[in-house]
């Protein structure tokens, strides 16, 4: 309570020893003291004053009110917690149902990568056994033509005499041949229209094919009228893989100014320059590095 300000009434004059009668101005102090603090204990009494019991029901009313929501909130964050569980615990199936169909193919993928690894291995192994078959056929095949000659150049004619031609042209050569030496002979079934289809002939011994060819080199100072106008070429009678082989080889040889390339039963050869070392060349890789 605030402390209320009491004027104090003047004294009267120390000669008198009396005090005098209250004024009209002190009387109004007092009355006016009076009243503040009546006042202020009525304010004081209101503010300690109960609340009355529709402000205790409205309050208990809204505290009901509140509490049935958070009760309601509550149940249907249970609910949300119960959905969310069982959502969880689904997903965590599926997820296990993944991992063991994850290892099944896993599994799968491991088989498939071995079994690619083996039918790698057999391919190779395939491979190498049929380039290994190829190689045997086609060095039989060349060797049953061993005894064989390719003659470009002899020009055709009517009634002609291939074996007489041969003849004719080892004598240019001076190699002396005879019908004896001759097994078979005739124009190979090859159409050209500029040249005339070439002669082969198989001897009858390597001795008497090995001397022909060995005379071709003589062939550019050889002329004969009766045998055609233009060159003529002899050649082995390599099997088709070689005889494209070779094809190869002549072709590089014309990059170098003295290259040479030749065969010898059915071996390839070639030299870059004429002092070079022979390379024999028994596949494309060689020519390759060559």
Do not use: C
């Amino acid at each position: 309570m605030p402390k209320i300000g009491r004027r104090k009434r003047k004294k009267l004059s120390s000669s008198s020893g009396n005090e005098s009668p209250a004024t009209a101005q002190d009387q109004e102090d007092e009355i006016s003291d009076s009243q503040t603090f009546a006042t202020i204990m009525a304010s004081e009494e209101s503010s300690n004053e109960s609340p009355s019991l529709a402000d205790v029901w409205k309050v208990l009313t809204e505290i009901k009110t509140n509490t049935e929501k958070l009760v309601l909130e509550v149940n249907s964050l249970k609910v949300n917690y119960k959905e969310l569980q069982d959502n969880l615990a689904s997903a965590k199936a599926q997820v296990d149902i993944l991992v063991e169909e994850n290892k099944i193919l896993t599994s799968k993928v491991k088989s498939l990568e071995d079994d690619k690894l083996k039918s790698r291995t057999k391919l190779k192994d395939m491979e190498r056994r049929l380039d290994e078959a190829e190689e045997r056929h086609d060095n039989l095949e060349q060797y049953t033509r061993k005894f064989n000659l390719v003659i470009h150049g002899i020009s055709e004619r009517e009634d002609e005499d291939n074996a007489e031609n041969v003849i004719e042209l080892g004598k240019l050569l001076n190699v002396n041949l005879t019908r004896g030496d001759i097994d078979i002979v005739h124009r190979m079934n090859v159409k050209s229209k500029n040249q005339p289809r070439p002669i082969i002939v198989r001897f009858t011994s390597y001795n008497a094919k090995s001397q022909l060819y060995k005379a071709r080199l003589h062939l550019r100072n050889v002329f004969s009228q009766d045998l055609g106008p233009g060159k003529i070429y002899i050649n082995e009678n390599l099997t088709e893989w070689r005889a494209e082989l070779f094809k190869e080889v002549r072709k590089v040889r014309k990059k170098y100014n003295n290259g040479k390339a030749w065969t010898i039963d059915g071996k390839i050869f070639f030299k870059p320059e004429l002092t070079a070392k022979p390379l024999r060349i028994e596949s494309y890789e060689n020519l390759k590095t060559s």
